[in-house]
């Protein structure tokens, strides 16, 4: 039996976007194929909680070779995308003003498969947040459906 889960998404409009794409990556330094957040449609930084969302589409550059005539979102694309919301709860926070990068997964279970083309949301809160490292729990829900979850660890990195 799945968990709750950790937001209550009939509580959330997931048609809205209070940060789209180009705010998200002002705060995040991923770019090109790695900009894998399409938006955000709840952010309580105070409260620690954010859903982000992901428009998985049948043009998505993994999608030919993961799994021929097959599509399946890759599982480390999507704790790569809870990671960067994690990330960008962290930044938001006011605490972490440098690079963080991702520093572990634990507790990881995928329930589901997501195949192209849907929306994955991602719900992330965040649980810990010390002076050179935080951590959240997250979801991945696509379809009314629990798709995933893990506990995401980050860390400051220091300056190149």
Known sequence: MPPPLLIDLTQVDLTAVCLDRNAIYEHLPH???FSLLDGVCHLDVPG???VAFRNVTTSDWWVRA???GRPLLPGVLMLEMA???AALLARLSGKY???T???GVDQCKFRES???PTRLYLLVVGTELRPRRFRCDSQGVANGRLIFEAE???VVMPEP
């Open 152 to 154: 995401i660890t980050g």
């Open 48 to 50: 620690r909680s954010v």
């Open 83 to 85: 990671a960067q919301v």
């Open 31 to 33: 770019r090109h194929e």
């Open 101 to 103: 990068g991702f520093g």
């Open 66 to 68: 993961h799994i021929p």
């Open 97 to 99: 003003p440098s690079f």
């Open 114 to 116: 997501v195949v192209p």
